[in-house]
């Protein structure tokens, strides 16, 4: 049964089909650094509040292109999306997110010293979505930090080789590499 917002079950699926690929559009945006992609998932007008930053979201995306120079590594991972539309051409949407990134040598916060470090957070989205010109885009969205970790590592801890004499299992014992 479709809400009432719309006329069928399948124009809110379609509709509900769109928001997520839109979302998963901006996470691919972030973690390969593709900042066209990224921006191309807000209206041109739209809002970002993300803790460190409140504007326009093109000049949200600039500061993270230059945060993210020395990214070594980024994946998003989201999960628990929920869409709630409020009129045929608004949703609410919140979406998980757990982050798992690395910064290497002269990222912020690196000290010297330091081969780079590894950064997890648990997170949530919460967007306004409108759809526009028969596109669904990001109206407003804010990022709700849950926890963050950061943890420092050295050049020897970054290469330390897998210790493979505890890992058991069918599966496991059959992929284990020769020695």
Known sequence: MASPFFDSFLDELEARTEIADTLKRFIRGIDRKDWALALSTYHDDAIDEHGFFNGRADKFLEIVAR?????????????NMLIEFTARDRALVETYCLVFQRFGPGAPEVPPTTAGVRKIATA????????????????HG???????RVRRWTLRSAFRRISWS???????S??????
Request: charged share 20%; net charge positive; hydrophobic share 35%.
């Open 67 to 79: 945060n993210h120079e020395h990214q070594q590594h980024s994946m998003h991972v989201i999960s």
């Open 124 to 139: 949530r989205y919460v967007d306004r979505f409108e759809a526009r010109g028969g596109q669904w885009r990001i109206a």
């Open 142 to 148: 804010r990022w709700c930090l849950a926890i963050s």
């Open 166 to 172: 505890n890992v058991t299992g069918p599966m496991i």
């Open 174 to 179: 059959s992929t284990r590499p020769a020695r």
